[in-house]
């Protein structure tokens, strides 16, 4: 059984930086992809940054290009989200997640962790 555990979240003034990790466990993750989500109060989850473990191609979403680097260490099986020029926007539970790439639906998902950027 797949497990994903994240941490790093915390408060952070506008235009400071945080890295938020997600430690996985229980398979091999050569043929998955991770993502990256998040949720702000009254807002629909959104997907912010998405790695092929075994390529590590990327993709992110608009609001966090240049931003937001997604990586993956696969000696420590964890994929991290290093977070700059942090905004008040970014406020939100960040989930990570992963899916099989032949699957079109993540199937495994973490237990969130909360961003909260000062103004």
């Known amino acids: 059984q797949v497990q994903l555990v994240e941490s790093g979240g915390g408060l952070v003034q506008a235009g400071g930086s945080l890295r938020l990790s997600c430690a996985a466990s229980g398979h091999t993750f050569t043929s998955y992809l991770f993502g990256w989500f998040r949720q702000a109060p009254g807002k629909e989850r959104e997907s912010v940054a998405t790695?092929?473990?075994?390529?590590?191609?990327?993709v992110y979403a608009d609001s966090v290009k240049g931003r937001f680097t997604i990586s993956r260490d696969n000696v420590k099986n964890t994929v991290y989200l290093q977070m700059n020029s942090l905004k008040p926007e970014d406020t939100a539970v960040y989930y990570c997640?992963?899916?099989?790439?032949?699957?079109?639906?993540?199937?495994?998902w973490g237990q969130g962790t909360q961003v909260t950027v000062s103004s």
């Open positions: 790695i092929y473990w075994s390529n590590t191609n990327t």
């Open positions: 997640a992963a899916r099989r790439q032949s699957f079109s639906k993540y199937d495994y």
